[in-house]
């Protein structure tokens, strides 16, 4: 049960998702539906193969989690969760050098889009939110490159 618990991304009460990489592969995807359904309690199953999730809606009078942990652990017995950001590097993703620069970005779209509105520039306006975008990813991309190192 302890293992199942690090795929659980949501778990509400009659709603549960799960992300399981191994789940991409069709044959475990097409297996994993079928014995979802058998369990007592589950009202609906739905595995979703691109993103390697289920979707699990069920009773929590009548379901049992020891059920879903014995069926995952007979589908899936070497699956490995996806690994996941510490704190400290989400807290350093946005740092203060990131949002100083989406800050500045957003100053420079925003003036240059009302200049373009007061002049009736209506695709300059477009352009400005595009090219502000593509900084902001590029620059992203280029930070989490850096602080992943």
Known sequence: MKRLNNFIVSDTKGRMRLR????????????MLEELKTLEGVRKADVNQITGSVLLEYDPHTFERRGLAHVFNEVVPHA???????????????????????????????LTSLAALAFKGF??????????????ALHTYRYRKNMLR
């Not at 399981?20 to 297996?31: G, M, S, Y």
């Not at 969760?81 to 500045?104: D, I």
């Open 20 to 31: 399981v990489p191994a789940l991409k592969n069709l044959k475990t995807a097409e297996r």
């Open 80 to 110: 490995k969760p996806l690994p996941t950001l510490s704190h400290r590097t989400k807290k350093m993703l946005r740092s203060k050098e990131m949002r100083l620069f989406e800050n500045k970005g957003m100053l420079v779209c925003g």
């Open 123 to 136: 695709k300059l306006h477009t352009a400005a939110g595009a090219v502000f975008v593509a900084l902001a």
